[in-house]
Each structure stands twice: as structure tokens, then as C-alpha cells.
């Protein structure tokens, strides 16, 4: 408990090291990467973010914050997802943060675990136009287009995949799956999207689930 609110405060305050050292310590007293990564890493994004609406943070510090989670993210990364065994891939995905969109924390996130997943993932980074979405599910006959937005500005880029999916003929052959903190069921719904998961460890059972 007090191992995870150090946790969650390291990453609010932008202190790497300090970051590392902690989630060594917590994996190394069996908990897990799921917890450490919820109750730990987001935990202190969110205080973050809160911190950052009352103007008590300032982009910077997001920045700092940013790069740390992104470390212990990449410490975690073995311990998300097991490693072990021989893989055969169920299915391919591309995956990206929309237009506009520069969060690409959560997105690598979904990226670890759909890979996890034994899904083939085309990383296409941040700041994705929609076309570019479409030309890699076309390039690499994806099964799923999977897009994640974190500001209410961007989210409506996620509209415009749905219909070039439709408007180049490949809508009935790619799963388009959304997420990131302002997307709900409801505009999934709205958008004609296929599939929404509120986090990571969802999407990847959800798309593992549409391609088994
Ligand atoms: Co920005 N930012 N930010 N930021 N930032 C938020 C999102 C914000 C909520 C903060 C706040 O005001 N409280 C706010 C958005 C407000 C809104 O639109 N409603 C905000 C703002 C305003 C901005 C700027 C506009 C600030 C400015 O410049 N004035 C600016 C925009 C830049 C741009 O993108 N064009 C900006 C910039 C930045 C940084 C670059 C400094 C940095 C990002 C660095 C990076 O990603 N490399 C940053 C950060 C760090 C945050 C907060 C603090 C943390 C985001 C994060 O990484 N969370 C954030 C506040 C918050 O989230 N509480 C905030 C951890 C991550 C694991 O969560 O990405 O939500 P998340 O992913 C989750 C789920 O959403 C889900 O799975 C993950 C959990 O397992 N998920 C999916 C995500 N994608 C999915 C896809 C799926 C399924 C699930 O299927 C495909």
C-alpha cells in the first residue's frame, strides 16, 4: 500500500530514479506489474492531471512525469506479459494516438499488452491522421485499426477513421477498436466504432476475443 502511494508519488514528481528503485522494490515484495502499473503509475498520472487543472502543474511537469512513467513502463513491460513459450500469432493490428494527439502513454500500453496477446502490432506513433490508419490496415491486412485519443478535441478524429474505413471498402474486414480517458460505450456507438475497452488489459482480451 504505502509501497504503491511512494510509487504513485515518484511518478507525480517526475523523479526517475527515485521511480525505478521503487517499482524494483515492489516487484521484488511479489506485487504485481498490474497493480504496481494501476495503483502506482496511473495513480500518479491522475493526481497529475488533477494537480494540473487546479494550475497546480504546469506542462512541464506532465512532460517530466511522462518520460518516468514511460521508464518504469518499459521495467514493467516483462512482468505484464508472459514471456515464455512458443507464439503464434492470432492476428495483426495497427495502432496509433489520433491526429492532433500527443498522449501516446496509454497507447503503448495497449501496444504491450495486445503484443502480449500474441497479436502482430504496426505501431504508428502519435499525431496519426486518419488516412494513415487506413493505408497501414491496408499494407498490413490488419484485423483491427486500434485508436486511442486523450483530449475531448481529438477524440472526434476517431469518427473520420470509421467512415475512410468505409469509404475505401476495407470497413467489413478491420475490428476498429477506441479508447483513452474522454472515449465511452456511448460514443463507440456514436462513431460506429466496432469495440471499447476503458483500459489496457481489457483491450487485449477484448481483441483477443474478436480474433479467436
Ligand atoms: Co496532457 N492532458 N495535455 N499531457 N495529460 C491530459 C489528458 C488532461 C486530462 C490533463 C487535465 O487537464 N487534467 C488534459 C485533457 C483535457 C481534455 O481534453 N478533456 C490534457 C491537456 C489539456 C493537455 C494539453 C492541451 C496541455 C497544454 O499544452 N496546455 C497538451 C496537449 C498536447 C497534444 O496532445 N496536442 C498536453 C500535453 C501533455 C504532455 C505532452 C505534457 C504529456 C503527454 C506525454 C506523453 O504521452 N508522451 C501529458 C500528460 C502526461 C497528461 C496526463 C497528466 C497523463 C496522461 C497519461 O499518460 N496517463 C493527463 C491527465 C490524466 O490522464 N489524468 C493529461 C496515463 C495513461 C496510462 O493513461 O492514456 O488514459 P491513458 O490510458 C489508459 C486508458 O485511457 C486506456 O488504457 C490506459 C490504461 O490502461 N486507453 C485505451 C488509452 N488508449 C486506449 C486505446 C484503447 C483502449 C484503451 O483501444 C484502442
Known sequence: EDLLAAVAAA???GQQKKLLALVDKA????ISAQ?????????GMNDLGEDFSASRAF????????????????????????????????GSACIGTVRG???????????IMLEGSNIEVYDLGADVAPETFIQAAREHHCDIIACSALLTTTM???????????ESGIRDRVCIMVGGAPISQSFCDEIHADLYTPD???????????LT
Do not use: F, W, Y
Not at 511522462?66 to 507464439?87: E, F, I, N
Not at 469518427?159 to 468505409?166: G, N, Q
Open 59 to 90: 506542462v512541464p511537469e506532465m512532460l517530466m512525469a511522462a518520460r518516468c512513467m514511460s521508464a518504469a513502463t518499459a521495467q514493467l513491460k516483462p512482468h505484464l506479459v508472459d514471456g515464455g513459450g512458443v507464439r503464434r500469432t492470432i
Open 101 to 111: 494527439d500527443m498522449h501516446d502513454i496509454g497507447k503503448n500500453l495497449v501496444k
Open 156 to 166: 472526434q478524429q476517431m469518427r473520420r477513421v470509421v467512415e475512410l474505413a468505409r
Open 11 to 13: 511518478t507525480k514528481r
Open 27 to 30: 516487484l521484488s515484495r511479489g
Open 200 to 210: 489496457a488489459a481489457s483491450a487485449a482480451r477484448a481483441a483477443v476475443d474478436r
Open 35 to 43: 497493480d504496481i502499473l494501476s495503483g502506482g503509475l496511473i495513480k
